[in-house]
C-alpha cells in the first residue's frame, strides 16, 4: 500500500508538484515544504547559544524569562520575509510546522536552554483567526512538539478582548493597548510548569510582553520566549 501510494504521490507530482515555501522550486520527494538548498541558507541566529543575544536584550526588563531567542533573521526580501509571508497570508500553515520541527532539532542539542514542561503558541484574536483559518503560532508549536516531545497547551491562554490595529502606534501605546488583551482560563494546568510561548516575528515584543505578564503572575510559572524570526 505505501508503495502504491508512492507511486501516486510522484504520479500526481507530475501535473501538481510540491513547490518550495522560500524560493518556488519544484520539491524532490525526501523534501519537505522547503528545498534543501533553502535550510542550507536560512540566516540562523544561534540564540540558543548565546544566553545575552538580541531577543534577550531587547526583552530584559520587561519579561522576567528564563530563556529567549528566535531561530531566523527577518530582513526585507530574505527568504525568512518570504516564508513568513506564506505562513501567515497564503494560507500555507504548514511552513510553521516544518520550521518549527527545524528550531527544536536546534534546541534539543543546546545545553543552555533548559527544555520546558510545556509549549504556549501566543493566541490570536478569535476574528483573525477565523478569518485566516488558522493560528500560525499553533502550527509552530506542533512542529517543536513533535521534536521535542514536549506536550502543547493552545487553550489555556486566550485573547480577551479585541484590540484595534497595531501598526501604527508607537510601542508603548501598543503595550497599553494589549495590557488587558490576554486572559489565563485554568490557571491550575499552568502552575509550577516552565512554560515556552511560542510566537511567528518579534519586532517590539509587546504581544509577547503582555501575555508573558499574564502567565509570570501563575504559582511557580517560569517562562521561555521562541519565535522563529527576529526583526529587531
Ligand atoms: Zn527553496
Not at 531567542?69 to 518570504?82: D, H, I, L, T
Not at 501567515?88 to 511552513?95: L, S
Not at 480577551?160 to 494589549?178: C, D, H, I, P
Request: proline fraction near 3%; aromatic fraction near 10%.
Amino acid at each position: 500500500m505505501r508503495h502504491l501510494l508512492g507511486y501516486l504521490q510522484d504520479f500526481l507530482g507530475l501535473f501538481f508538484p510540491e513547490l518550495c515555501a522560500a524560493c518556488g522550486r519544484n520539491l524532490f520527494k525526501n523534501e519537505e515544504v522547503i528545498c534543501t538548498e533553502c535550510i542550507y541558507h536560512l540566516p540562523l541566529t544561534n540564540h540558543h547559544l548565546d544566553q545575552d543575544n538580541q531577543v534577550a536584550r531587547q526583552l530584559w526588563g520587561r519579561i522576567a524569562f528564563t530563556n529567549a531567542g528566535s531561530f531566523m533573521y527577518f530582513r526585507k526580501g530574505n527568504k525568512v520575509q518570504k516564508l513568513m509571508y506564506q505562513l501567515k497570508y497564503n494560507n500555507r500553515p504548514e511552513v510553521g510546522t516544518r520550521l518549527g520541527k527545524l528550531y527544536a532539532s536546534e534546541l534539543r542539542c543546546s545545553g543552555s536552554w533548559a527544555l520546558p514542561d510545556a509549549i504556549l503558541p501566543v493566541p490570536l484574536h478569535p476574528r483573525k483567526r477565523k478569518k485566516r483559518g488558522y493560528n500560525q503560532s499553533e502550527y509552530i508549536a506542533a512542529g517543536l512538539s513533535e521534536i521535542l516531545g514536549i506536550p502543547v497547551i493552545s487553550d489555556k491562554l486566550c485573547r480577551a478582548e479585541n484590540t484595534e490595529s497595531q501598526t501604527r502606534k508607537a510601542r508603548w501605546a501598543r503595550y497599553e493597548n494589549l495590557k488587558e488583551a490576554f486572559v489565563v482560563k485554568e490557571a491550575g494546568a499552568l502552575e509550577e510548569k516552565h512554560l515556552l510561548l511560542v510566537d511567528d516575528v518579534i519586532t517590539t515584543g509587546a504581544t509577547l510582553e503582555a501575555c508573558s505578564a499574564e502567565l509570570l503572575k501563575l504559582r511557580g510559572v517560569r517562562v521561555s520566549i521562541a519565535a522563529l524570526a527576529f526583526a529587531g
